[in-house]
């Protein structure tokens, strides 16, 4: 991680980005990946059990430990993006985001203003009520980040008015969700290739941050050439399975 340098400034510079979902609520693996070597880390509270108190937990860990988090929130409502901001994420993953007026909402949402983020200088996030006004706005416009997750065609063929956007930091293919929409079961069918760079030359466009999952990084060479510079590589229980995989190989006669 580049301590010079907040996440969104290194998104906006088109670096070469890499992260993790966290499945498993525990501020342990929290704690653990902080030492990894990742850019960033993504709570997955849409697909994991993630309750309130265990997402501020893993929160707190991740900020005392300088590492990036960033949440994935299950729906996008407005309640979700706050209080996962105000537990100190760095910032928010919203699925679903497949027409302009959503990215609009989820932009405002996550920002100080008339109609979007409520302010109070009591929560983790503002230190506490140690930090002054003035201060923790321009903290916001530092580091908070706010992730559209483009999921079906209707979000790809507006993607370019979703990253025009002002408060849109990034829009985040979602391959499954939107192979399956597409009628196709591979991730790599062209027709999913094909969105991935509409997106991403989208992005590029309107400079902003073009993101992605992978399994593995076998792949992230090709979806780079697309316009692709932010990775979001399998998650905790994909690295625990490839090691416990390992041993055993290494260990059979």
């Keep these: 991680m580049n301590d010079t340098q907040t996440l969104k400034q290194r998104m906006a510079a088109g670096e070469l980005l890499t992260g993790t979902?966290?499945?498993?609520?525990?501020?342990?693996?929290?704690?653990?990946?902080?030492?990894?070597?990742?850019?960033?880390?993504?709570?997955d509270a849409e697909h994991a059990p993630f309750d309130r108190a265990r997402l501020d937990a893993c929160l707190a860990i991740a900020r005392a430990k300088g590492l990036p988090a960033l949440v994935r929130v299950a729906t996008g409502d407005r309640h979700e993006i706050?209080?996962?901001?105000?537990?100190?994420?760095?910032?928010?993953?919203?699925?679903?985001?497949?027409?302009?007026?959503?990215?609009?909402?989820?932009?405002?949402?996550?920002?100080f203003g008339h109609g979007g983020r409520g302010y109070a200088g009591s929560t983790r996030w503002a230190g506490f009520t140690t930090r002054r006004m003035p201060e923790l706005l321009q903290q916001s416009t530092d580091e908070t980040i706010v992730i559209a997750q483009i999921e079906e065609p209707e979000g790809v063929a507006q993607s370019a008015q979703i990253a025009?956007?002002?408060?849109?930091?990034?829009?985040?293919?979602?391959?499954?969700?939107?192979?399956?929409?597409?009628?196709?079961?591979?991730?790599?069918?062209?027709?999913?290739?094909?969105?991935?760079?509409?997106?991403?030359?989208?992005?590029?466009?309107?400079?902003?941050?073009?993101?992605?999952?992978?399994?593995d990084t076998a792949k992230v060479s090709a979806l780079h050439d697309l316009g692709v510079?932010?990775?979001?590589?399998?998650?905790?229980?994909?690295?625990?399975?490839?090691?416990?995989?390992?041993v055993m190989q290494g260990i059979e006669p």
Excluded at 82 to 91: I, P, V
Excluded at 197 to 204: D, Y
Aim: include cysteine; proline fraction near 3%; glycine fraction near 8%.
């Design 21 to 43: 979902f966290l499945k498993t609520p525990a501020y342990e693996l929290v704690e653990v990946l902080a030492v990894s070597g990742l850019d960033f880390i993504c709570l």
């Design 82 to 111: 706050l209080q996962s901001l105000d537990s100190g994420a760095t910032g928010v993953v919203v699925p679903h985001v497949d027409s302009v007026e959503k990215a609009q909402d989820i932009a405002r949402w996550g920002r």
């Design 164 to 215: 025009a956007i002002k408060g849109i930091d990034g829009l985040f293919v979602g391959p499954a969700d939107l192979a399956v929409c597409l009628g196709v079961q591979d991730l790599n069918d062209q027709q999913v290739l094909d969105s991935i760079k509409r997106v991403g030359q989208a992005c590029h466009q309107q400079h902003c941050c073009c993101m992605t999952f992978v399994p």
């Design 229 to 246: 510079s932010m990775f979001f590589v399998s998650s905790e229980h994909g690295f625990i399975l490839q090691g416990v995989r390992s």
